[in-house]
């Protein structure tokens, strides 16, 4: 072959090859401008899962912020802040690295250190950088930032809230993450309930609240043809949205709808839900004729749209069943949403809003969660509370009656335990099977009830070997026994006190403390009593036998007036006991 056709070859395939390569050693600065990596390959991904932070909202020229890139592992990034006002303008400040292993800087735009990229693909899902404001900064900053999961897959200009000039007023601008909204109108009314079930679908929280009320969370569904209108209401205190999802996890790509208040103004919203990402706000026109209100401690939002949205990607089609969810949270400045600080109101099964209409309520409990607590409610609070009562109290008051062949008090406290274990067996399962696995959001609360269902488990094995009455051994195992029950008690209490507060369970607070140190007190009260009342018996036991003058009779009645006594507090007990483990279950089923 002649030599310049070899040339040309070489030539055509270093031009084919260039581009599949990629940079794996970040060195990008051909892509300053547009930010898009220059692979060859594919589009860019539409819904980001990746989020930047930055640790103040406020800065001076001068000042040193720093930046976080987080999300799923990636194998590349470029970062470079932007005027706020003009996101299509150059790169603008300086970065410092937190760690040169990962992150490198790059000029762009003849600006030193304006960027920063990747030094190799190895994986990573945290980079922290440091931004320095310049002396002519504009009065609004946003960084932005491309993102490459793999040579397919990549997001780009990534938006991070916008910072600003403290001396700055605050400047309401169209960003990439919470787009504004077209032109919108005012409610002059609150939404009204009196349709719900007739003409709308409505879902209330609590059930057949008010919408006016300032505890109610509002949200229904009235089809006109086509369209769909949509009014959603509740507390002020930042956002409201809801979500239509295929299954009972928020976050698998569902389509969500934000009510967000920001500076005595509210902007209506779609977005899509991810993952635990921040939502991937949109700007496609899919919603008309938007209202909003702010008033009586209320946030109220009213749109309308299609019912079918095929040509909008994102949105659902809404004459399909969805779970619906409700939840709401904070806002800070600048409109940037935070996480919900409570568990979502939650549909108990899918429904369809264009189907017959109907008034329903949710839960912001999941029933395997409610279960879970309901049972290990029932198991620590009564059934192992009165087994160790009668356990500890009971054995003299029938000492001539059996039950299947043992002694009374022997087999209520058999009895009682086992069903104890085998309640905290199945409530220890039901979290696990509801999460898929283990929960690292949860606190302590997880690990103490590992350790509970542990000691359960091994008190009806240490029974099962337990030496004779007479062994030299049975003092022994007596106090080992008592010892693993007691801490299993103890931390049975600690960890149930945690829990009511967890998220996925949420009992009102502090109305849940209370009433559990109110039970705590209950019991303790009672088990002291009972413990004076055996400690005066057995001294008066003792005295009459050391007095020649009384008779036996007189230490058989003092036995029987002692055992009357124990029996009935036993009944009040038992009564007082359940009073309380019905409270509380009535509570988790409101949840």
């Not at 404001?133 to 990549?154: G, H, I, M, N, S």
Request: aromatic share 10%; proline share 7%.
């Amino acid at each position: 072959m002649e030599p310049y056709g070899i040339g040309l070859i070489v030539c055509v395939l270093a031009h084919l090859s260039g581009p599949s390569a990629g940079y794996p050693n970040g060195k990008v600065q051909e892509a300053c401008n547009s930010m898009v990596p220059l692979h060859g390959h594919s589009s860019p991904q539409p819904f980001p899962k990746h989020i930047i932070e930055v640790n103040v909202t406020h800065f001076r020229p001068g000042d040193h912020l720093k930046v976080t890139l987080s999300g799923p592992a990636f194998e590349g990034f470029f970062l470079q802040a932007r005027s706020a006002k003009n996101l299509r303008g150059p790169a603008i400040g300086s970065f410092v690295l937190a760690d040169k292993r990962k992150s490198q800087l790059l000029t762009c735009g003849h600006v030193k250190n304006s960027a920063v990229s990747h030094t190799s693909k190895s994986k990573k899902t945290h980079i922290d950088v440091y931004w320095i404001a310049p002396k002519d900064a504009p009065e609004t900053v946003q960084f932005l930032a491309t993102v490459v999961e793999k040579l397919r897959t990549f997001w780009v200009k990534i938006p991070s809230p916008i910072i600003s000039q403290p001396t700055t007023p605050v400047w309401i601008t169209t960003t990439e993450s919470i787009p504004s909204s077209p032109p919108i109108s005012h409610l002059t009314e609150p939404f009204n309930a009196s349709d719900c079930g007739n003409t709308k679908f409505c879902l209330r929280n609590p059930s057949d609240c008010d919408p006016k009320a300032k505890d109610c969370f509002f949200l229904a569904f009235k089809q006109d043809h086509s369209m769909m209108l949509v009014e959603m209401s509740g507390p002020s205190e930042g956002y409201i949205a809801f979500a239509l999802s295929h299954d009972q996890w928020m976050g698998g790509g569902d389509d969500a709808y934000f009510c967000i208040s920001d500076d005595h103004h509210v902007g209506i919203n779609t977005a899509s839900l991810t993952g635990r990402s921040y939502p991937a706000f949109d700007s496609e026109g899919a919603l008309e004729e938007m209202s909003w209100r702010l008033a009586d401690g209320l946030i109220q939002c009213s749109f309308r749209r299609k019912t079918r949205l095929s040509a909008f990607q994102g949105r659902f089609n809404l004459d399909a069943d969805y779970y619906i969810f409700l939840a709401d949270g904070e806002v800070s400045e600048g409109g940037t949403i935070h996480k919900h600080h409570r568990q979502p109101l939650m549909t108990n099964r899918k429904y369809s809003v264009t189907g017959p209409p109907k008034d329903i309520g949710g839960s912001r409990s999941p029933f395997l969660i409610k279960a879970h607590g309901a049972l290990m409610f029932v198991a620590w609070m009564s059934t192992v509370s009165i087994g160790v009562i009668f356990a500890r109290f009971f054995k003299p008051v029938w000492p001539h009656s059996l039950l299947f062949g043992e002694e009374i008090w022997f087999q209520v406290h058999r009895m009682l335990m086992m069903i104890t274990v085998l309640l905290t067996s199945v409530a220890f399962v039901l979290p696990f099977v509801y999460r898929g696995g283990w929960s690292w959001q949860a606190g302590f609360h997880p690990y103490l009830g590992c350790t509970v269902m542990a000691l359960a488990f091994i008190q009806p094995v240490m029974a099962a070997f337990r030496p004779p009455p007479q062994a030299p051994r049975r003092q022994i195992f007596n106090w080992l026994h008592w010892s693993t029950g007691t801490t299993a008690r103890i931390l049975a209490v600690v960890t149930m006190f945690l829990g009511m507060d967890l998220p996925a369970l949420n009992l009102p607070n502090p109305w849940d403390t209370h009433t559990m140190i109110g039970f705590v007190a209950w019991h303790v009260g009672l088990d002291v009593l009972l413990e004076i009342h055996s400690y005066c018996l057995i001294r008066k036991v003792e005295v009459l036998e050391d007095d020649r003058i009384q008779i036996l009779q007189s230490i058989t009645s003092a036995e029987a007036e002692g055992h009357t006594f124990k029996k009935t507090v036993l009944i009040i007990y038992i009564c007082g006991n359940i009073a309380f483990l019905i409270i509380f279950l009535a509570r988790i089923g409101q949840v």
